[in-house]
């Protein structure tokens, strides 16, 4: 028996030989396979908004479906479908059928969802000196159709102040640092806009600038028509009053001003807070504390006499002639007990009134240079008060007080009882501030 005796050449040959023929016999197999697919499959639309659909097919042409087989509408644009879905959350789905079958057919399915909310903060940089409030505010957008009782939470990253749920930030100490507002959508997901706080530390100049040049005159002192039925005998009988120019404090003397004059872990207020009046300090305490602010400046500060007091929270020459200092209404201006919660707040929250003057009614009462004395008829030009006494006068109300004790003619009277009192404080005055 003979073997046929194959080599590489000859396989090779075979080879060149087939694709030959592969070569002129065409491509192969026709491929006449359908198939039919759409994108998105699956997609999450804004409450109100649109989507669009791209069918593509091979082998086949397609059928879009009937207007009235679909829920919500769509136009036709080639292979693409612009779908509007319901105007109600939901799961909607939209079908495309093959020609050449119409039981092959893609789905595309489509939730309908609210808009997330949008959040912005402002201001969105901010620059404080330690000590001072400022205050941020946030305006939300809330899609159409989303609950509407969404509150923002305020928050501070960086360690150097706090802020209320009011938006409210008091600087307590020198640095940068985030306030960041945020609200929740529906599916719990936080949304947030956030601003940026530069704090520097004040120079002494800085705390105590806040003075108000106030124009001397002649005013009514004590029970004023507008004061009412409310005047007690101390305010009788009012009575005219010359002054001359003086200067006094915009703000109540804050604890941390205190602190800056008479040491850092000195501060005898009940309520504690930077930004908050320093309080239950006695007479004398604020004596010493004058004397060390006046060594430290080369001024001349001291206590508003009462009459100054009163000069001042009525608005001094561009007076209104309003009950409490600057309003009719003490909620605008003042701090007492039914809005406090039985607690001194942040000073210059409140309006001021017409002089620029913060807290003059109300938050904490306030010591000035007079003893106690009855009113006299008569007028009188720039008093001081009896040279002798017992009893010294406090003004303006506070956090703890009825609306009558804020009232711009209201007398207290305080001894060694009250003195010091955690509802008690006071603001600088003086004659001149060269």
């Known amino acids: 028996m003979r073997y046929l005796k194959i080599t590489k050449s000859a396989v090779a040959a075979t080879a060149v030989l087939s694709l030959l023929f592969l070569t002129t016999c065409g491509d192969g197999v026709e491929d006449n396979t359908v198939s039919i697919a759409i994108s998105p499959t699956r997609a999450n639309v804004e409450l109100g908004e649109s989507v669009e659909l791209t069918v593509t097919a091979k082998n086949t042409a397609i059928i879009w479906p009937d207007q009235g087989a679909v829920e919500g509408s769509f136009t036709i644009n080639g292979n693409k479908a612009r779908y509007v879905p319901p105007s109600t959350i939901g799961t909607y789905r939209f079908t495309v059928a093959a020609e050449v079958d119409a039981s092959r057919t893609v789905t595309a399915t489509i939730a309908v969802v609210y808009a997330a909310p949008q959040i912005t903060i402002s201001p969105a940089t901010i620059e404080i000196k330690t000590g001072k409030t400022a205050r941020f505010t946030a305006t939300s957008a809330i899609p159409s159709g989303q609950p509407q009782n969404q509150d923002p939470l305020w928050e ?107 040491g850092l872990n000195i501060n005898p207020s009940r309520n504690q807070g930077d930004n908050l009046p320093v309080e239950n300090v006695s007479w004398e305490d604020v004596q010493t504390f004058i004397e ?143």
């Open 156 to 262: 501070v990253t960086g360690g150097c102040g706090t802020i209320d749920q009011n938006g409210l930030f008091s600087a307590s100490r020198s640095g940068s640092c985030t306030v960041m507002v945020s609200l929740r959508d529906n599916d719990n997901k936080k949304i947030t806009d956030s601003a940026t706080v530069n704090i520097q530390d004040p120079a002494l100049d800085d705390i105590i600038g806040d003075m108000v040049q106030v124009r001397g005159g002649t005013f009514t002192m004590g029970c004023t028509l507008e004061q009412g039925n409310a005047c007690s005998s101390f305010e009788r009988p009012a009575h005219q009053v010359t002054l001359n120019d003086f200067y006094i404090g915009s703000y109540e003397v804050t604890q941390f001003l205190w602190k800056q004059i008479m």
């Open 292 to 434: 060390r602010l006046n060594e430290r400046t080369g001024r001349n500060y001291r206590l508003p006499t009462e009459a100054e007091w009163e000069y001042a929270a009525r608005g001094g020459n561009q007076s209104g002639r309003f009950i409490y200092s600057g309003s009719n209404t003490l909620d605008d201006v003042g701090w007492y007990s039914d809005n406090s919660d039985g607690r001194t707040q942040p000073v210059g929250i409140k309006q001021p009134n017409e002089l620029g003057l913060y807290d003059m009614s109300g938050n904490v009462d306030e010591w000035v240079g007079d003893l106690f004395d009855y009113y006299t008829d008569g007028p009188r030009n720039n008093p001081t008060g009896p040279e002798s006494g017992s009893v010294r006068v406090v003004r303006g109300g506070s956090s703890v007080r009825h609306a009558e004790a804020a009232r711009v003619s209201s007398r207290g009277g305080c001894t060694g009882i009250c003195d010091p009192n955690p509802n008690l404080g006071f603001r600088l005055a003086a004659t001149s501030i060269r």
